[in-house]
């Protein structure tokens, strides 16, 4: 299933919190894998944001595509938003977290793992990029990244995305063993804040990667290498679905890891609660993955009871989110007050805000506060057709996916790779502009879209270039002109950014990597060291096994009757390609 | 800026928690409330899921399956509006890349119609401007919807997921005639 048979042929070091005396090869040998896993997926993200400005222009109603320099590039508008979802989407978020949430977890339990194991799933997952990237390259899988049959991409790009998906799941599974050893060598001790969110991420993901590697591997790779004889679209749509929505969480949580854990430390405050942040990781544990179908309220032969129902767990995944904007927020007011911060919001000011890396945080957000607001609106099962496969929904997902994870992530590189590589940051104020930057123009482009969407524009489409007169009836020319400029801010900002990133990581190493330290805050309510003594909601919140069986459950008995029905009826649709 | 850091009173773990407690409350009120709200405006038919019917310029997707390389056989193989014999109207749209039969869709105003779209080839979107009638179109599948389009004049219909390299030029109307004329395909 999804645990690997894996066996570390070193054998996990279990002492308390064997941090304290690292290996010094060892840990030289983690930091060099996951300097991999972040770099590769940084490489992946700019080249998916260098892709992002013509999608802006397209939207701001001038279509670029007939230029004979793109036209050499690209074989279309089409292949354009491909690269730019699979990379930016799929790929740096995959990239990264692997090599985030493999470091953490590791570091904070102080255990070993096998390195020639964590080696294979970097090269796997990497051959697995590689795999896919052929046929985008050469346009022959123009599918989007939700890649929805019948539309029929290479097989190539079919089976490289589900061994890169696939190798994901060997992270996982690592890391959940190290733990579970761990565990096994401190009984009664409560798993340290960092770890407990990474082993509840992973073990969310386990479970929600299995609608989309079933829909690969049993229905798509067969059907596009020609062993079968088509695809059911609606099954199809419904297993990536099952994984297309809590993929979004597996995208924030590494995020919300740094929030709860590290931002305090940046701020000069303190975590407001550790058994509330371990509770907040439960429930996405919990509840983000049974609410797919409510990316599919449009789509014909699915229940509407079943459809509500994942209604009300969708909104049900908004609480830990609440919780978080509570806690964050307090142990924020926390450092600023410690710094002299006064007033019921003048504290705010007090906050470091000239520290790229706790601004860039705080910012992603400050977006994802709109973004989640939107969330709520498009998982609501009365307002879906209003929004639904419009220009709204990207403008909801790029202060998301674009702020609230990738912001974070630019701003955690900020301190995580100096700390992996031992070299300075350069230029910490360009640095600042990237962020800001990055912010104002995804506040920008957000607003440009949602207003496109609600006048009716779709999305996905290269409206810049339909000949129809709908557009033009729209009364467009204001939301346009900001989505315009959202990608040129976004553009100087993003390349800003890889200046930094680049002249850092090409700069000569000058110091010892611990001389930046992780930074783990202090807990104004700490968990405790010991499940004895600890307070009921610890006790409840460790363990994660039995919680994730819990959770699978709940899972099947929210698609079984909405599956099974789907199978039983299955009508196979040929694949066409037609771009 | 300068002002002198005076030690301060920290938040301490009991009078947080005790805010936490209340947010909690809170969140989950709000989120009950939502989908009662949500719920009742189904059972109302403001917005008509669960009845499959509507009113006002709103569509409800039910269900229905036919063979997209059979559509000869079924009542797609004439797209357009049709009345039945117990005075009803129906309209079949079959949507295929990169058009939609039929090109134009003319329905009188003031009476209900019920609209079936399927696609014949690959994923299409049929959204019409101006309404709540916005569906994923897939082949193999039929969407429908009922609803009553009440002011006479003229709507775009869209299809707004991505379905290939025509796919921004997939773009027609629903004409809607004054309630008098009585309209035939």
């Known amino acids: 299933m999804t645990t690997p048979p894996l066996r570390p042929s070193v054998p996990l070091v279990s002492g308390p919190r064997a941090e304290a005396t690292p290996d010094a090869a060892f840990l030289a040998s983690l930091k060099k894998v ?43 508008y ?84 589900g061994v890169m998906v696939g190798s994901s799941l060997l992270v996982a599974g690592q890391v959940v063993l190290a733990w579970w050893h761990w565990k096994r060598a401190n009984p009664g001790r409560v798993t340290p804040l960092v770890a407990f969110g990474s082993v509840a991420t992973w073990l969310m993901w386990s479970i929600a990667a299995l609608g989309i590697v079933v829909e690969v591997v049993v229905l798509l790779i067969p059907w596009s290498l020609g062993l079968t004889s088509g695809v059911d679209p609606l099954l199809a749509r419904t297993l990536f679905w099952w994984t297309g929505h809590p993929i979004v969480y597996f995208w924030v949580l590494p995020a919300y890891i740094s929030w709860y854990a590290f931002l305090p430390r940046q701020a000069g405050g303190r975590i407001a609660s550790e058994p509330l ?46 919780l978080t904007a509570f806690s964050v927020a307090a142990s924020l007011e926390d450092g600023a007050r410690a710094r002299g911060g006064r007033g019921l919001v003048g504290w705010i000011r007090r906050l470091p805000w000239g520290n790229a890396s706790f601004s860039a945080q705080v910012l992603a957000m400050t977006s994802f506060i709109f973004g989640g607001a939107g969330g709520v609106v498009n998982a609501s099962l009365a307002f879906g057709p209003v929004v639904h496969n419009t220009a709204w929904i990207p403008g909801h997902f790029h202060i998301t996916v674009g702020t609230a994870t990738t912001l974070t992530f630019m701003g955690v590189a900020l301190w995580f790779v100096p700390h992996l590589t031992g070299k300075r940051l350069f230029g910490p104020r ?140 299955a009508q196979l649709v040929p694949g066409v390609r037609l771009w | 800026m300068a002002a002198p850091h005076r030690p301060v009173r920290r938040l301490d773990h009991r009078t947080l928690e005790r805010y936490e407690n209340i947010w909690l409350g809170i969140a989950v009120v709000l989120l009950l409330l939502l989908f009662a709200s949500v719920f009742s405006s189904m059972i109302s038919g403001t917005f008509p899921l669960l009845r499959g019917t509507g009113g006002g310029h709103a569509g409800g997707v039910t269900s229905g399956r036919v063979d997209p390389r059979n559509l000869a056989a079924t009542p797609f193989a004439k797209p357009g509006l049709r009345e039945n014999a117990d005075g009803s109207l129906e309209a079949f749209v079959v949507a295929r890349a990169f058009n939609f039969e039929p090109a134009v869709l003319r329905v009188p105003a003031g ?52 379905c290939g390299i025509g796919h921004h030029g997939m773009i027609t109307r629903v004409v809607v005639d004054p309630p008098t004329a009585r309209s035939r395909p």
């Not at chain 1, 730019?84 to 793992?113: E, K």
């Not at chain 1, 729209?474 to 390349?495: C, E, R």
């Not at chain 2, 080839?121 to 101006?130: A, L």
């Not at chain 2, 309404?131 to 004049?153: C, D, K, M, Y």
């Open chain 1, 277 to 322: 942040a371990r509770l907040a990781f439960v429930l996405f544990l919990i509840f983000s993955v049974p609410v797919g179908l409510h990316h599919q309220y449009a789509d014909p032969n699915i229940s509407n009871t079943w459809k509500s129902i994942h209604m009300l767990l969708t909104f049900l995944v908004a609480v830990p989110s609440l």
């Open chain 1, 430 to 569: 360009l640095a600042s502009w990237s962020v800001w930057l990055w912010f104002v123009g995804m506040m920008l482009f957000a607003v440009g879209m949602h207003w496109q969407g609600l006048l009716g524009v779709p999305r996905r489409s290269q409206m810049s270039a339909t000949v129809q007169n709908v557009y033009r009836e729209m009364n467009l020319a204001v939301p346009q002109a900001i989505t315009g400029l959202s990608g040129v801010i976004l553009l100087v900002g993003g390349l800003l950014f890889f200046w930094v990133l680049f002249r850092t990581l090409l700069s000569k190493r000058v110091q010892d990597g611990e001389a930046v330290p992780i930074p783990y805050s202090e807990a104004i309510s700490p968990a405790g060291e010991n499940l004895a003594t600890a307070s009921l909601l610890t006790r409840r919140t460790e363990p994660l096994l039995a919680i994730s069986v819990f959770a699978f459950l709940l899972v099947l008995l929210v698609y079984a009757p909405v599956l099974g029905p789907m199978i039983a009826d």
């Open chain 2, 111 to 162: 009476r209900p119609v019920t609209i079936h779209v399927t696609a014949a080839d690959v994923v299409h979107g049929y959204y019409v401007t101006g309404t709540n009638i916005n569906a994923e179109i897939l082949p193999g599948h039929v969407a429908s919807f009922t609803l009553t389009f009440r002011r006479p004049g003229e709507q775009s219909v869209i299809c707004n997921e991505y």
């Open chain 1, 78 to 161: 089409y292949q354009g938003l491909t690269l730019h979802g699979v990379l930016n989407a799929l790929v740096f978020t995959q990239f990264f977290i692997s090599g985030w949430m493999l470091y953490l977890p590791v570091r904070d339990l102080g255990v070993r793992i096998n390195m020639r194991f964590a080696w294979f799933s970097y090269l796997l997952m990497t051959a697995g990029l590689l795999t896919a990237a052929v046929p985008l390259l050469t346009n022959n899988a123009t599918v989007l990244y939700t890649f929805y049959p019948p539309l029929e991409g290479s097989p190539l790009f079919y089976i490289g995305a």
């Open chain 1, 34 to 76: 996951t300097q991999y896993y972040v770099v590769t997926g940084f490489l992946a993200l700019l080249v998916g944001i260098l892709l992002g400005p013509l999608q802006a222009l397209n939207y701001a109603g001038i279509n670029v595509y007939d230029y004979p320099v793109l036209r050499a590039l690209l074989g279309s």
